[in-house]
């Protein structure tokens, strides 16, 4: 029930397309999903979030849409560029019960130019 | 500059000799964790902290030990490391407002032959 399931485990996009990632979660009680971004030979750092009471949230290119009642989340790149080819985590939690941020495998991101 | 600082950065040791990875963020943060990155993997949580004197287990605890007697250091404790903790490790740290927010330090790339 702790787990969160990511997809694909690796991708491959020319500069310019979208990228999208999903992820699908079990537990009802996780109520904040971020993503983290991490670039070889540094710490993952926390690039978008979202609450479950949203369908979509966005940040410049980067967009999550949130389902809840299908239990899955992703985030979508537009206009992909090289400098985004990292690994992307998405991570569950449930803020005020047990607070274990739980991870995704993650997806490595590749951009061609 | 808010930070996450580990040490040391990379550590090369032998089965069975006692060794502690430091952990300092100067953010004022009560929550703090420390997770480990293996390929295919991805983030896994060997222990969090909540506040000071507050410690538990994530889902990879065996083979380690933390404390966290002041709130800005939470270091990471192996007493007797065994070549299948060779991995990467990073902490992480939170405010206790937000514990899905986390901010990351620059990892430990541990190996123990």
Wanted: aromatic share 12%; proline share 7%.
């Amino acid at each position: 029930q702790q787990q969160v399931k990511q997809s694909p485990q690796s991708l491959i996009v020319q500069k310019g397309g979208i990228s999208i990632i999903n992820c699908a979660y079990e537990n009802t009680a996780f109520d904040y999903f971020p993503w983290y971004q991490q670039f070889p030979g540094k710490g993952p750092a926390l690039l978008i979030a979202i609450r479950p009471d949203v369908s979509e949230k966005k940040e410049g290119r980067f967009t999550i849409s949130f389902n809840k009642s299908a239990k899955q989340f992703s985030l979508h790149i537009m206009d992909s560029q090289p400098g985004d080819s990292a690994t992307y985590f998405c991570a569950a939690i449930s803020q005020g019960g047990s607070e274990k941020l739980v991870f995704g495998k993650g997806t490595k991101l590749t951009v061609n130019p | 500059e808010a930070q996450v600082t580990q040490n040391p950065r990379y550590l090369i040791t032998v089965t069975g000799k006692k060794l502690t990875v430091t952990c300092s963020q100067n953010m004022n943060h009560e929550y703090m964790s420390w997770y480990r990155q293996d390929p295919g993997l991805g983030l896994r949580q060997i222990y969090y902290s909540m506040n000071v004197e507050v410690t538990d287990k994530g889902d990879v605890p065996e083979g380690y030990k933390v404390s966290r007697k002041e709130k800005r250091n939470f270091p990471l404790i192996l007493e007797s490391p065994s070549p299948n903790q060779t991995s990467l490790y990073f902490c992480a740290s939170s405010p206790h407002t937000s514990p899905g927010e986390q901010y990351f330090g620059p990892g430990t790339r541990l190996t123990v032959t």
